[in-house]
């Protein structure tokens, strides 16, 4: 297909560029590569200096539509889905052992695995989630399934196959053979499949359930093979006790002596990072997975997302589901939001003598909108070192691309108004979406050109 869209566009171009166009175009071409974006007052002159762009379909937007970049979730674990909104009342240690590694276990099933991952792979296209990040199991059958499912269905994804060593039930744990030798084949299998779409990851599931031993071996893995890697970092204070006891350096140190923090490496949470930490994560170019929905669920701490900004980290959203209780990318922009404003609250109020371990600060700004936009479409395709394919509406990238409706409920026909000017129109549909819309407003999702949620 060769298509052109008319019609409202938005999308970012950095954290504090947020661009629209309200009478714009976007050209794609046969291979889903966006050739072609301005105003359409510019239209014809493009279409001159590109006389070999045959269009086959032009597309106008209605005045209640607009484009805007497919979401991105730095950070889910598919497997869990099948346990969303249960179990949240536990810290983050006990959960896991109560609720998450009974249930991953389950995954050595794999007809398990193709039922629940077909309906995860859905639901996240139905939200709008164009690029995801995911941690499959243990079990090396079960992630490939995944991977099958996210093709089939027309998604872009990262996944891995999870490793964990120690610390872990009998029941759910491997040996340090076994788990380099099944991320091994997982990385193989996923070549094999000849696909731009998905990518193997390197997936330590946390530095607490594997030794040093493993992560030396992942960290080579990954480097032999160029490979993007994800993990876990300074979620909560009990499990960064017991990292730092295992292995008395920082939580972030732990990783960096295996040489698993790289430009290509996404870490989720990063609620409790110590400000050499924070430099260490700079000089690598490692990125940050901001989960804000698990936070506040697993009653893990506020991550101070600007503080990571401020430093050059890279940092994207992630609904970390089913920490998170929400497989919504949308949801995490919102959750996000409300973290922000309530960091700024205990940053501006005095507590007298609380001993808090928050920073005082009056003139914190929290997050707005259009940056948290950008976190969810091109901040996590950076964090995600894919920012060079996907994120934003460039030339040369691809069309990942959602169409937001608002004249669907639960916006309630949401109008533009004719006594407005067109951009302030423009930005009160966006914000009317972000705010009070959901999936349903959602109408269409194109990943590289193609259409995947009709
Ligand atoms: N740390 C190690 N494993 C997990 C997990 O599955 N979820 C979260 N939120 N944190 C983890
Ligand atoms: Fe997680």
Redesign the pocket.
Known sequence: MANVFFGQIIHTKSFNEFEIFTNGFIAVDQKGKIVGVGNESVFDEWVTQHTNFKAVAVERLTKNQFLIPGFIDCHI?AP?VAQIGLGLDMP?LDW?NTY?FPLEAKYADQKFAEETYAKVVENTIRAGTTLASY?GTNHKESTLILAKEVLRQGQRALIGKVCSNQNSPDFYVETTEMTAAGTEEFVKEIQKLETDLVKPTITP??AL?CSKELMNKLGEIAHKNDLHIQS?IS?SLS?IDFVKSLYNTSYAEAYDNAGLLTPKTVM??AVHLEDEEITLFGKRGTSVAH?PA?NTM?SSGFCDVLRLIKNGIKVGLGT?VS?GNSMSIQDAILRALDVSHHLEFVKKQDIKGSGRLVTQDHTYQPLNYKQAIFLATLGGAEALAMGDITGNFVVGKYFDALIVDTSKYPLHNYQPSDSKAADLNLLEMVQKFIYVGDDRNISRVYVSGNQIKK
Do not use: N, P, Y
């Open positions: 674990h869990q983050l896991l998450t941690f599931r946390f359930s876990h979620e499990e989720a949470h989960c698990s697993l970390d920490g």
